[in-house]
């Protein structure tokens, strides 16, 4: 009981705080027919400032980390996004009225990470005075980018394998698309997902950033305009993130439940699944409490901002209403709202 009191009285401690409620109060504008906007243009400073701020962070910590340390949360957070979705793929893709293609869609976007939800995430623990590495903005891309190209290489070798036999059921040659070699992975395919995803202006932002801390010296700039800037920002961005994710519900009016299902359930149990590699690597390398429950919300997160372009080049048969309706939908919000259940457990289970 004492541990469930715990975790209410955190949800109610942090409902109070900036970042969440900024987060409710645009779901409310929304809901109530507010015509209060966001020019796009401002919406896509506030991100690009943001990750360049979280890539510059992480740059300076990597530059004087040990790289020992960094390599298992590492690989610890690319295994994380594979995982994720192969989940997808096992659940959401082969339910009942939700095609292979949207579902792995789905699955990707929610594998991959929300600068916005890492932000939160990093605000609230700041705010509680709650240590973490400053290498874990590194850790975004690993898990971004092993997330998006495992889900589209799965919906594509899935595409060509339903296209192989509907090919030898028409009794023509079946060795593979158009009777070609064998189905199995395209290098050509990989490469071109990985440099797609690396183009993107989120990953290319962070990459940007995180290069510009590692070789050169930003510290002033960092403290004098990145650090400054970054708590209004981002309270801005939660409230643009609410009233999108109100809007984005209607879209999945006309898609399957289990679209609702997931988009509710999954959060949570990714970020478990977030939590129990984080609390292993801890286990093994003495990774902090707060780089746990940061890894924890970077697998709740979906993708707002490098996923969906990603997807929508390599993946254009999906239904972009479908998988980024219950990402922004759905998702964003049940991920930045479990994130004091993530800041309990770690207290529960390694002390804060």
Same mark, same amino acid.
């Given at each position: 009981?004492?541990?469930? $009191?715990?975790?209410?009285?955190?949800?109610?401690?942090?409902?109070?705080?900036?970042?969440?409620?900024?987060?409710?109060?645009?779901?409310?504008?929304?809901?109530?027919?507010?015509?209060?906007?966001?020019?796009?243009?401002?919406?896509?400073?506030?991100?690009?400032?943001?990750?360049?701020?979280?890539?510059?962070?992480?740059?300076?910590?990597?530059?004087?980390?040990?790289?020992?340390?960094?390599?298992?949360?590492?690989?610890?957070?690319?295994?994380?996004?594979?995982?994720?979705?192969?989940? #997808?793929?096992?659940?959401?893709?082969?339910? /009942?009225?939700?095609?292979?293609?949207?579902?792995?869609?789905?699955?990707?976007?929610?594998?991959?990470?929300?600068?916005?939800?890492?932000?939160?995430?990093?605000?609230?623990?700041?705010?509680?005075?709650?240590?973490?590495? #400053?290498?874990?903005?590194?850790?975004?891309?690993?898990?971004?980018?092993?997330?998006?190209?495992?889900?589209?290489?799965? $919906?594509?070798?899935?595409?060509?394998?339903?296209?192989?036999?509907?090919?030898?059921?028409?009794?023509?040659?079946?060795?593979?698309?158009?009777?070609?070699?064998?189905?199995?992975?395209? @290098?050509?395919?990989?490469?071109?997902?990985?440099?797609?995803?690396?183009?993107?202006?989120?990953?290319?932002? !962070?990459?940007?950033?995180?290069?510009?801390?590692?070789?050169? /010296?930003?510290?002033?700039?960092?403290?004098?305009?990145? /650090?400054?800037?970054?708590? @209004? !920002?981002?309270?801005?961005?939660?409230?643009?993130?609410?009233?999108?994710?109100?809007?984005?519900?209607?879209?999945?009016?006309?898609?399957?439940?289990?679209?609702?299902?997931?988009?509710?359930?999954?959060?949570?149990?990714?970020?478990?699944?977030?939590?129990?590699?984080?609390? $292993?690597?801890?286990?093994?390398?003495?990774?902090?409490?707060?780089?746990?429950?940061?890894?924890?919300?970077?697998?709740?997160?979906?993708?707002?901002?490098?996923?969906?372009?990603?997807?929508?080049?390599?993946?254009?048969?999906?239904?972009?209403?479908?998988?980024?309706?219950?990402?922004? @939908?759905?998702?964003?919000?049940?991920?930045?709202?479990?994130?004091?259940?993530?800041?309990?457990?770690?207290?529960?289970?390694? @002390?804060?």
């Amino acid at each position: 009981m004492d541990f469930a $009191a715990d975790i209410v009285s955190t949800l109610l401690t942090q409902l109070q705080k900036p970042t969440l409620a900024f987060l409710i109060g645009g779901m409310v504008l929304a809901a109530l027919g507010s015509r209060l906007t966001v020019p796009d243009a401002v919406y896509k400073f506030i991100v690009m400032v943001m990750l360049l701020k979280v890539g510059l962070g992480a740059g300076m910590a990597v530059r004087d980390a040990d790289l020992i340390a960094l390599a298992a949360p590492a690989l610890g957070a690319a295994g994380v996004g594979v995982a994720i979705v192969l989940l #997808g793929n096992r659940s959401l893709a082969r339910w /009942k009225g939700v095609s292979r293609m949207d579902g792995m869609a789905t699955a990707g976007l929610f594998g991959a990470v929300s600068a916005s939800t890492l932000a939160a995430g990093m605000a609230m623990l700041d705010a509680e005075g709650i240590a973490y590495e #400053g290498f874990i903005g590194a850790l975004y891309p690993f898990m971004d980018v092993a997330a998006l190209v495992t889900a589209i290489l799965l $919906a594509r070798m899935g595409a060509e394998r339903q296209s192989a036999i509907v090919t030898q059921g028409d009794g023509t040659a079946g060795m593979g698309v158009g009777g070609g070699s064998p189905i199995g992975v395209d @290098g050509d395919l990989v490469r071109d997902i990985l440099v797609d995803t690396l183009r993107s202006p989120a990953i290319s932002a !962070l990459l940007l950033g995180l290069a510009i801390g590692l070789f050169a /010296k930003p510290d002033d700039i960092f403290e004098d305009f990145y /650090k400054q800037l970054f708590y @209004g !920002l981002l309270s801005i961005l939660m409230l643009i993130m609410g009233m999108e994710a109100w809007s984005r519900l209607s879209e999945l009016r006309g898609a399957a439940p289990a679209y609702i299902v997931y988009g509710l359930a999954a959060p949570v149990v990714h970020g478990l699944v977030g939590f129990g590699v984080g609390l $292993a690597i801890h286990e093994m390398t003495g990774f902090s409490a707060g780089g746990v429950v940061l890894l924890s919300v970077m697998a709740a997160s979906s993708s707002d901002i490098s996923g969906p372009p990603t997807l929508r080049g390599a993946l254009p048969e999906a239904n972009p209403s479908a998988y980024v309706g219950t990402s922004t @939908g759905l998702g964003t919000p049940v991920a930045i709202l479990s994130i004091p259940l993530f800041i309990a457990l770690a207290d529960a289970t390694i @002390g804060l």
